[in-house]
């Protein structure tokens, strides 16, 4: 099933308290890529915009699993660079510089065979541009949605006007307070539903992720990792495992969401072992698989309700 995803093509600078990566590849729609192309049956298609400076041979891995980098387009000037470094205990980082580049003038162009894609991942961008996106594409099944405390506070409007049109926010668990102004996650949750999304999807970094549907909430923890390199694109990895999973087995009901919670979690677990998304190069679905397996047997156990007295 086709994913088409929306998003930054870009360059990063990262310096971490266990070594650094200089103009490596970046942005959230290659992260997203690298993740959601290791699902059988997912043909992934990126539109995003790069500058003349940008080294797509390095994408070539993500060609050779099948997604259609034909939506990049190619500027003349710089491509978006970012340059961050993270603290020791990697859940702070301070940004060193932004520079947008040709991605500041960015107007998605979805190409006519990319229209009929049947689910659609809005990446990190404004919200008047996701917008747009929507206007572009032909009734897809599924549309997720990832934003920032950056479009919350400055577009905020834009971005009432496209929650109708989404069936799964994505979103930290910061970004969903201050959407919803208020302090509880269970409430900023209820608030977001009810503004149009039927499912959300509460990120909350090493600690793990939640999905809010209508009826239950569905926790699924960060994996323990004893090496952490590169957090950067850990979000964007996650969506990509949720969404390339969903797309190998069909539309989603409730199970496969859940189901899908676990092989987001899984694919941005394996985001941090190393910096950009070198660790993708490399991975298979068999090791996605036994990390999923290693899920299960963390949160499994049996208990009998009846050695419980009152």
């Not at 919803?180 to 990120?203: C, M, S, T």
């Not at 569905?218 to 990895?237: I, K, N, Q, R, W």
């Not at 998304?277 to 698989?289: G, H, N, Q």
């Amino acid at each position: 099933m086709s994913i088409l995803v929306v998003g930054s093509v870009a360059l990063d600078t990262v310096e971490t308290p266990f070594g650094s990566a200089e103009r490596v590849l970046g942005g959230s729609a290659n992260f997203f890529a690298a993740a959601a192309s290791l699902f059988s049956g997912a043909r992934v298609q990126v539109v995003g915009v790069v500058g003349d400076d940008y080294p797509m041979a390095d994408l070539g891995f993500l060609s050779e699993r099948g997604v259609d980098l034909s939506g990049i387009e190619r500027a003349e000037g710089e491509s978006f660079y970012w340059k961050g470094r993270y603290h020791y205990d990697l859940n702070s980082r301070d940004t060193i510089w932004t520079r947008l580049g040709v991605f500041a003038d960015f107007q998605p162009r979805i190409p006519e065979n990319f229209r009929s894609a049947r689910h659609v991942f809005l990446g990190n961008i404004d919200p008047v541009l996701q917008l747009d996106v929507l206007d572009q594409v032909d009734a897809p099944e599924l549309v997720a949605c990832d934003t920032m405390n950056f479009w919350i506070e400055g577009s905020r409007d834009a971005l009432l006007k496209l929650l109708p049109r989404v069936d799964i926010l994505m979103v930290n668990d910061a970004e969903a307070r201050q959407l919803a102004d208020h302090p509880n996650l269970l409430h900023a949750a209820r608030w977001i539903q009810e503004r149009g999304p039927r499912w959300v999807v509460i990120k909350k970094g090493e600690h793990g992720a939640m999905l809010y549907d209508e009826e239950r909430i569905f926790f699924v923890p960060g994996y323990p990792l004893e090496s952490v390199f590169d957090p950067t694109g850990a979000g964007d990895a996650f969506a990509g495992g949720f969404m390339g999973y969903l797309a190998s087995v069909g539309p989603g009901n409730g199970d496969e969401l859940r189901a899908a919670m676990v092989y987001g979690s899984a694919a941005g677990s394996f985001a941090v072992e190393a910096f950009s998304v070198d660790r993708f190069r490399t991975l298979t679905p068999l090791e996605i698989a036994r990390r999923v397996e290693e899920f299960r047997e963390m949160t499994f156990f049996e208990h009998d309700a009846g050695s419980i007295h009152g």
